[in-house]
Every structure is written in C-alpha cells, then in structure tokens.
Nanobody
Framework: QVQLVESGGGLVQPGGSLTISCAASGMYFRTVDMAWYRQAPGKQRELVATANANGETTYADAVKRRFAISRDNARLRVHLLMNDLQPEDTAVYYC????????WGQGTQVTVSS
C-alpha cells in the first residue's frame, strides 16, 4: 500500500527558508514521478514542482528561482527547499506520486508571516 508522509512545515518569516520532506513507502520509488502541490485557503490546489523518475524537474512560474525539488531514491524521499518565502506561499503543501493511480499525502502546513 502506497503511503506518503510529509514533514517539515511550520511558521517562517517573509524572506526566510524552509525545507519540507515526503517519505514514501509501498512503491518502487525510483520509477515513480513525484511532485509537490499546494493549496491556499479559498483557492484550488496547484502544482508547485515535479521531479520525474528520469531526474527532470519542473517548477511553477511563481516559485522558479526560489524553490528546489530533489529526490533521494536511496531513502525514498522527496524534498522541497523553499527560499525567499513570501506570504503568498502560505498553503498546505501536499506530496504527490503517480503510479497506476494518483497518491496524495496528508499535507503539511507552511505559514509565512511576520
């Protein structure tokens, strides 16, 4: 059974940095495309960044040059390093994995506020 467990969320001041992580289990991780999504209050869930099984990464325009996604195939983890965080980055961040079906984690709250 696939499980995705996020960690590392919290409160950070504007301009600060934070890394969130996702621990995966129940799948052959190195062959699975992974991604981070986020959902702010009152808004739709949106794609933040992807890290494909072949190592390619993509980013939403809103986070390019500030966020970096990485995957550790040995430890079955995917990370999202977030720099220069702004209040508009406040959201619940979800880990996503696409096997034969879509899998979601429970989410981790990131709040950017002074």
């Amino acid at each position: 059974q696939v499980q995705l467990v996020e960690s590392g969320g919290g409160l950070v001041q504007p301009g600060g940095s934070l890394t969130i992580s996702c621990a995966a289990s129940g799948m052959y991780f190195r062959t699975v495309d992974m991604a981070w999504y986020r959902q702010a209050p009152g808004k739709q869930r949106e794609l933040v960044a992807t890290a494909n099984a072949n190592g390619e990464t993509t980013y939403a325009d809103a986070v390019k040059r500030r966020f970096a996604i990485s995957r550790d195939n040995a430890r079955l983890r995917v990370h999202l390093l977030m720099n220069d965080l702004q209040p508009e980055d406040t959201a619940v961040y979800y880990c996503y994995a696409k096997t034969t079906v879509a899998h979601w984690g429970q989410g981790t709250q990131v709040t950017v506020s002074s």
